[in-house]
């Protein structure tokens, strides 16, 4: 007697129909939150392009720095500086949390020997050798490399070679 059985629905509130309603309030809540979803999409093209082209612009960067190919050059020893090594400990305190701490940094610089030069009107700084660096006077012919990049013609370093 299944086909003939009728059910008759209640008005008033039992407790399957308030456990009814949460229901349909997270129903509403989902197509909500999908259409924020949505949205963020659209969004979200413009932030993978940019951050893409980011990424593409250091891989390229990368690239012309790895692949940048010396050209040689002769000058004339215009200047030369030396820059003694230097180092320290630095301490400073700071308050996190409402406590006081103590921070300590330290810093180290090699000891660098470079000699300006100048070349078809312009004047480089090439770091060199020690040897290099005090062989040379200032006045003096000097061979030196400058790297320059591939794709974008920047200069990434100056070395003296002899």
Not at 73 to 80: E, H, R, S, T
Not at 107 to 122: D, L
Not at 138 to 159: L, S
């Amino acid at each position: 007697m299944i086909g003939k059985t009728k059910i008759k629905h209640k008005i008033n509130f039992t407790p399957d129909k308030v456990r009814f309603k949460p229901f349909l309030l997270n129903l509403y809540h989902i197509g909500y939150n999908f259409l924020k979803i949505t949205i963020m999409i659209k969004y979200f093209d413009f932030l993978s392009i940019l951050v893409g082209a980011f990424l593409l612009l250091c891989v390229v960067v990368l690239f012309d720095w790895i692949s940048s190919k010396p050209e040689f050059f002769v000058g004339k020893v215009v200047d030369k500086q030396y820059v003694a090594e230097s180092g320290g400990v630095e301490t400073g305190t700071v308050i996190t949390n409402g406590k006081p701490g103590i921070v300590t940094t330290s810093s180290y610089e090699p000891e660098k020997f470079i000699v300006m030069v100048e070349s078809n009107g312009e004047i480089f700084s090439a770091k060199c050798e020690p040897k290099l660096y005090y062989k040379k006077k200032i006045g003096d012919e000097i061979e030196f490399a400058i790297y320059k990049g591939m794709i974008t013609g920047g200069v990434w370093r100056v070395n003296g070679v002899k």
